[in-house]
């Protein structure tokens, strides 16, 4: 399958300290990748060189060939790189606003005036993330009062009203209970069938419960890059083995 993201010799740094070093990598369409290592090792700098941000930062570097479906990120428009990679939070972060004007924000930045296009698509985005039955009498209740996991669902349904091509989540089930986690696993798997998805997590049970690919990290550079079921039952290097048998981390 074709790489929907390529990464070729990327490094970044901020104020002139490396945080990631010559990262090659590819993240196929329609499979979800794993990023795992210790803390500090540059995850989540990883996953802001994928949407960009990270070129935007000042006191940042970035440097290395980062592509969406073949085009250098950096000649994209911002707004269509913003749109075409999304990007959830480790906290949920809805806006303070009304359920329903948190999933029309974008589509109405974008351009989308008429009303029923955007009750559709709040609602299609709603049942895609399974929230649609909880919320619709609630649709003009502030999204601040829904509880975690259903905010953190909220987020991921605001992330999708701009149909991004890429979803990238940096530990998004950190903040959650166990069955929060197990309502966002069992959606992450749906969404992989229309979306590529990018997951920083730090929960290797969840890596190897959802990870089609799983990439490892230590010390900013890339260790090892495997299939998911692969990775876990057979590590090829010594750093893979030592964090996944609790070593550091
Ligand atoms: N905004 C920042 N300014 C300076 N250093 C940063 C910043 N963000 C991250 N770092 C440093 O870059 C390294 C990688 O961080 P990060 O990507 O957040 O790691 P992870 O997500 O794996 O915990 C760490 O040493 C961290 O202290
Ligand atoms: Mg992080």
């Known amino acids: 399958m074709d790489p929907i993201l390529t990464l070729r010799g990327v490094s970044a740094a901020y104020d002139g300290t490396p945080a990631l070093t010559g990262i090659d990598l590819d993240i196929p369409e329609r499979q979800i990748t794993a990023i795992i290592g210790p803390s500090g090792c540059g995850k989540s700098t990883l996953l802001r060189c994928m949407d960009g941000l990270l070129l935007e930062e000042p006191d940042t570097s970035v440097s290395g060939d980062i592509r969406l479906d073949g085009t250098d990120i950096r000649s994209l428009r911002r707004e269509d790189l913003r749109r075409r990679v999304g990007l959830v939070f480790q906290t949920p972060t809805p806006f303070p606003f009304s359920i329903y004007r948190n999933l029309t924000y974008a ?29 619709k009498d609630d649709l003009q209740k502030s999204a601040r009062k829904l509880s975690g996991g259903q905010q953190q669902r909220l987020c991921i349904a605001r992330a999708l009203t701009a149909r991004p091509e890429v979803l990238l989540l940096d530990e998004p089930c950190s903040a959650l209970d166990v069955k929060s986690i197990q309502v966002i696993e069992s959606l992450l798997l749906r969404l992989r069938e229309q979306y590529t998805i990018v997951i920083v997590t730090h929960n290797l049970a969840q890596a190897r419960r959802i990870a089609d690919q799983v990439v490892f990290l230590n010390d900013g550079r890339l260790v090892e890059t495997g299939d998911g079921p692969s990775f876990f039952a057979a590590p090829q290097q010594e750093e893979a083995r030592a964090f996944l048998s609790g070593e550091f981390g």
């Open 107 to 135: 589509p109405q930045y974008y351009g989308i005036r008429d009303k029923k296009a955007l009750d559709a698509l709040v609602r299609e985005t709603l049942e895609t993330v399974g929230l649609y039955d909880e919320v």
